[in-house]
């Protein structure tokens, strides 16, 4: 009985292993996403979403040097003015570069077919070129406040060595505190794994070889 009491989990056990697990499967999902970008070089998208990163202040103060953005692809059709749209450039200083500003406005290509959008970086000047369907990943759905914040310290030295070594170390804990509780629950059959190990250890040790009356093997030790 009192060691089926010992074994139920609390509910503040149950709630920290559920948020841990949901935050392991969050990271996972993240990281996935972004190396199947890298591999890909952006041409595929996990689950429709892409993970862009704010390399400028052109978006500024909607976006942030460092923000990292989650893209979600769209329909032209269903694009609106004030979206943040995310395209590729292929015109002069936008060329082969991943841009993310807002639409301005919304147009019908020559052929009436296909859409074109007028965009513009909310701290800049001028209008972007066109920008043509074929160009667009797609709409910035959300800002990661949590993988920002990581993204900016570990843009800074003493940050990122913070951010290397603090997890590990909160990992190590987290794993030396579920080990304790779990020797602290089971006395017995940590004792007994300790006890063989020690017992196996001790048959090829010379001590125990001597009391076996086996004086040869001490030959090899300096004693």
């Known amino acids: 009985m009192l060691r089926s009491r010992r074994n139920r989990k609390s509910p503040l056990q149950i709630i920290y292993e559920v948020v841990r697990a949901a935050l392991v499967i969050f990271f996972i999902l993240f990281i996935l996403i972004v190396v199947v970008q890298r591999v890909s070089n952006n041409s595929f998208a996990v689950g429709g979403f892409r993970?862009?990163?704010?390399?400028?202040?052109?978006?500024?103060?909607?976006?942030?040097?460092?923000d990292i953005l989650i893209v979600e692809t769209e329909l032209p059709e269903n694009i609106k003015k004030g979206d943040s749209l995310c395209y590729l450039g292929e015109a002069n200083e936008f060329a082969d570069k991943v841009i993310t500003h807002e639409v301005i406005d919304i147009q019908k290509g020559e052929?009436?077919?296909?859409?074109?959008?007028?965009?513009k970086g909310i701290a800049n000047e001028f209008e972007d070129p066109i920008v043509e369907e074929h160009q667009?990943?797609?709409?910035?759905?959300?800002k990661t406040v949590f993988f920002s914040f990581i993204s900016r310290v570990a843009n800074n030295?003493?940050?990122?060595?913070?951010?290397?070594?603090?997890?590990?170390?909160?990992?190590?804990?987290?794993?030396?505190?579920?080990?304790?509780?779990?020797i602290i629950s089971n006395?017995?059959?940590?004792?007994?794994?300790?006890?063989?190990?020690f017992l196996s250890q001790m048959d090829n040790s010379p001590i125990?070889?001597?009391?076996?009356?086996?004086?040869?093997?001490?030959?090899?030790y300096d004693i």
């Open 208 to 220: 125990q070889q001597v009391i076996n009356g086996d004086y040869g093997l001490l030959l090899e």
């Open 187 to 197: 006395p017995d059959k940590h004792m007994m794994e300790l006890l063989g190990d």
């Open 157 to 182: 030295k003493y940050g990122f060595f913070i951010l290397v070594f603090l997890p590990i170390a909160c990992f190590v804990l987290l794993e030396m505190k579920d080990l304790l509780v779990d």
């Open 111 to 119: 052929n009436g077919a296909e859409y074109q959008f007028i965009t």
């Open 136 to 142: 667009v990943y797609g709409v910035v759905r959300y």
């Open 51 to 66: 993970v862009f990163t704010v390399v400028s202040e052109s978006m500024y103060p909607k976006y942030k040097i460092g």
